[in-house]
């Protein structure tokens, strides 16, 4: 087990303390940089740093970056969920630690997916059904985890499938 203890920080963002959501810092007491491009390898970052190492994945609208020696986590509702996330993180870590003989490291980050794929999936009819004023928005956070096809309710059940077949590489969950 290479992550087996940290502290976490909650706190709300200085630049706004308006804000409702949260923000954490788990700060490590082990050392997890040699697993970085381990896990960018198996959970696909969105981006990957070499020199100073870190690896930034986008789950659900947020932003969890791993560093040696910390990991952040932005737009959280509570504690719980920091908690929930952080132990999902240090758990990825680990697994990918104990399989690294299987798993060939990489800094390269995945690809994206594409917002016009998503798009042309779309009923393109801005309806406001999900909750957005027009399909580009909603398009714009299928792109970013915030969205899934279950939340346009007029998508046809083929594009739905579609949809999700499309963004299944891309979704992570915790």
């Not at 491009?37 to 930034?56: D, H, M, R, W």
């Not at 737009?75 to 999902?88: C, R």
């Not at 009923?123 to 957005?132: F, H, S, W």
């Not at 909603?138 to 096809?149: P, Y």
Request: charged residues 25%.
């Amino acid at each position: 087990m290479l992550l087996k203890t940290y502290r976490k920080e909650i706190f709300r963002p200085e630049c706004n303390p308006n804000f409702t959501s949260l923000h954490c810092y788990a700060h490590l007491d082990q050392d997890v940089g040699q697993a970085i491009p381990y896990l960018n390898a198996e959970l696909g970052g969105f981006q990957c740093i070499k020199e100073p190492p870190s690896v930034t994945f986008m789950i659900r609208g947020r932003l969890i970056t791993v560093h040696p020696r910390q990991i952040s986590i932005n737009s959280l509702k509570d504690e719980q969920e920091a908690e929930k996330i952080v132990n999902w993180m240090k758990n990825q870590i680990n697994d990918v630690w104990e399989r690294r003989a299987e798993i060939e490291p990489s800094f390269t980050p995945l690809p994206r997916p594409k917002l016009i794929e998503i798009l042309k999936l779309l009923p393109k009819t801005n309806c406001r059904e999900c909750g957005l004023p027009t399909c580009m928005v909603f398009a714009s956070q299928a792109v970013e985890g915030v969205k899934t096809a279950d939340d346009c309710p007029p998508l046809s059940l083929e594009n739905k499938e579609k949809m999700q077949e499309y963004l299944k590489p891309f979704n992570l969950d915790f």
